[in-house]
């Protein structure tokens, strides 16, 4: 599988709900249609957030993985 590359990465370790989500839709508004938005986050509750909001908001989910707790999602915006 070829390595997903993001055009940006938003790092939100070490924050809790609603902080990555508040955070993760700033930084999508401020990428192009089609851009990737690469989130970093420790918080378990995104492991729902993001998958939902990308559907709720038109956005593509490309990759989720979990590493040592540190979870890291890809997504393309819409």
Excluded: N, Q
Excluded at 25 to 42: F, P
């Amino acid at each position: 599988m070829a390595e997903i590359k993001a055009t940006t990465t938003l790092d939100t370790t070490g924050k809790c709900c609603p902080m990555p989500m508040v955070e993760t839709t700033k930084a999508i508004k401020a990428l192009a249609s089609g851009d990737i938005l690469e989130i970093v986050a420790t918080d378990v509750g995104t492991l729902r957030d993001i998958p939902s909001w990308c559907e709720r908001s038109g956005h593509t989910l490309l990759s989720m993985t979990e590493h040592d707790k540190v979870l890291r999602y890809f997504v393309r915006k819409a």
